[in-house]
C-alpha cells in the first residue's frame, strides 16, 4: 500500500484524491474469474463446438456451419444454448478422456459451460469479433459499467454547469 505524496485534489463529485497512490476506482466489480476447472471446460467446449459446427453431433445438425459469416453480429435467438445442447456436451465430456470433467463440476459452472459453448458457435459461425462480443455481453465490468452511465453522465453535466468545483 502507497502513501499518499501529493497533494489533496477534489473530483466534481466531491471525491478526494491524492497523488502517488493511483485511483480506486468508485465501483468494485470483481471480473470474471478463470480457474484450471473452468480452463478445462473452456478448452472441452472448443473441442466440442469443433463437431456442433461440423454438423457431427447427431440431432444437432441445425446448428452446422456451412461458412463463416463475417461481419454478422449473433442474435440471441442464434445457436441457442438449449438442453439438448448442454446433453450433447454432456454426452461429449463423458467420452473425452482429455478434459477429465465430471457431471457434477459441469452442473457447478452451467453458466460458465453456456458462456463458452454460446461464445465457441458464434465464433464459428461468425468469427472471433461475434464471439468476443458474447463473452463481453455477459462480463460483470462491462454490465456494472453500462449501467453506471446515466449516473457518469448526470456526473459529467453537473461538472460542466459548475466548472468551479473541478
Excluded at 473530483?11 to 470474471?32: C, E, H, M, Q, S
Excluded at 441445425?62 to 439438448?84: C, F, H, L, M, W
Amino acid at each position: 500500500m502507497h502513501l499518499p505524496s501529493g497533494p489533496a485534489v477534489k473530483t466534481a463529485a466531491g471525491r478526494v484524491f491524492y497523488g502517488g497512490v493511483g485511483i480506486t476506482p468508485d465501483i468494485d466489480v470483481k471480473p470474471l474469474t478463470f480457474s484450471p476447472l473452468r480452463n478445462r471446460i473452456a478448452e472441452a467446449a472448443f473441442q466440442f463446438t469443433r463437431q456442433l459446427a461440423a454438423g457431427l453431433v447427431p440431432g444437432l445438425e441445425s446448428y452446422k456451419v456451412e461458412k463463416v459469416q463475417y461481419g454478422k453480429n449473433a442474435r440471441a435467438t442464434d445457436y441457442p444454448i438449449n438442453e439438448r445442447v448442454i446433453e450433447a456436451f454432456r454426452s461429449f465430456v463423458r467420452t473425452d478422456t482429455l478434459s477429465q470433467l465430471t457431471a457434477a463440476q459441469l452442473d457447478e459452472e452451467i453458466e460458465f459451460v453456456k458462456l463458452r459453448l454460446r461464445e465457441e458457435i458464434v465464433t464459428a459461425a461468425y468469427s472471433n469479433d461475434a464471439g468476443a462480443r458474447v463473452l463481453l455481453d455477459s462480463d460483470p465490468q462491462v454490465l456494472r459499467a453500462i449501467e453506471a452511465l446515466p449516473d457518469a453522465k448526470r456526473l459529467a453535466e453537473s461538472a460542466r454547469e459548475e466548472p468551479s468545483r473541478g
